[in-house]
Structure formats: C-alpha cells, structure tokens
C-alpha cells in the first residue's frame, strides 16, 4: 500500500490549508485513514483520523478548527485545517490501516507563520 500526500505549504496564521492522501495498491478502501504530526521537537502525535463507517477522533488541540473527510470509492482522505495557528507547525503524515497493518505516506510541511 502507498500513500501519496500532499498540500503542505507555508500560510499564515488564522488561515487555513487541506491536505490530500491518496492510498494505492490495496482494492480494499482501508479500514482507518487519518494524519499524524510531529512538530519539532516534539513526539509524532495524532491529529485526526476516520473509520471506513465514518467514525472520526481528533486531538483535543484542533477540535473545532481541523475536519476530515474521505472518499472511499476513490481511497483519499483529506484533512481540512482552518484558524491554523504556529503551534500546528508541523510535518504532517497520513496514515492508513489496512489488513491491520499502518501505512505511512512521506509527510507534508505545514508552517504557520505568526
């Protein structure tokens, strides 16, 4: 399975970026999609993920402000992060669960300027 990320770049804060993950080499649509980051300096954390039936989780830090979406017909998810803001500065990851097994795509660089 490979992911394929993109839609990183450098925004200013207050303002709002999406991210697209394409998952290919799987005929299954995978059970869980989602992001990760890892902010400098910091551990990679989880920032949002959905379930195959449409069950999201995200961190407590972008509730409200970050929403994912997917299509499973075409096995992309998107992350859409609006009010951004320094501190979700980060190389952000998709990630997919399939077979019970985590794919990772190559990261993104999201950088808020404040």
């Known amino acids: 399975v490979q992911l394929q990320a993109c839609g990183g770049g450098l925004v200013q804060a207050g303002g709002s970026l999406r991210l697209s993950c394409a998952a290919s080499g799987t005929f299954f649509s995978p059970n869980v999609m989602g992001w990760y980051r890892r902010a400098p300096g910091k551990q990679r954390e989880l920032v949002a993920a959905?379930?195959?039936?449409?069950?999201?989780n995200f961190a407590d830090s972008v509730k409200g402000r970050f929403s994912i979406f997917r299509d499973n017909v075409k096995k992309m998810v998107y992350l859409q992060m609006n009010s951004l803001k320094p501190e979700d500065t980060a190389v952000y990851y998709c990630?997919?669960?399939?077979?019970?097994?985590?794919?990772w795509g190559q990261g993104t660089l999201v950088t808020v300027s404040s």
């Open positions: 959905e379930t195959i039936g449409g069950s999201t």
């Open positions: 990630n997919a669960e399939v077979g019970r097994i985590d794919y």
